[in-house]
């Protein structure tokens, strides 16, 4: 419930598959950083919403 996923208003055609490949890469990616706690981990990038992200895969 982290990504809201009960409020999507995606429903037809591939939109729910793409969508659930797009949380899982998003999960696995803060997996990988080191984040335990996803939603802890969410309000963390969300203080700097510009750089953090970046920074998560090593873009910046």
């Known amino acids: ?3 809201a996923e009960d409020t ?3 429903r037809t055609g591939r939109g ?3 969508m659930a490949t797009w949380r ?3 999960i696995s ?3 990988r950083a080191g984040h ?3 939603a802890a981990a969410l309000r963390h990038l969300s203080y700097r919403p510009h750089t953090r992200p970046l920074d998560l895969i090593g873009l910046l």
Do not use: G, K, V
Request: charged residues 20%; aromatic residues 6%; positive net charge.
């Open 8 to 10: 999507s208003r995606i």
């Open 1 to 3: 419930m982290t990504f």
């Open 36 to 38: 335990r706690n996803i």
């Open 24 to 26: 899982n890469h998003a």
């Open 16 to 18: 729910p598959e793409n």
């Open 29 to 31: 990616t803060l997996r």
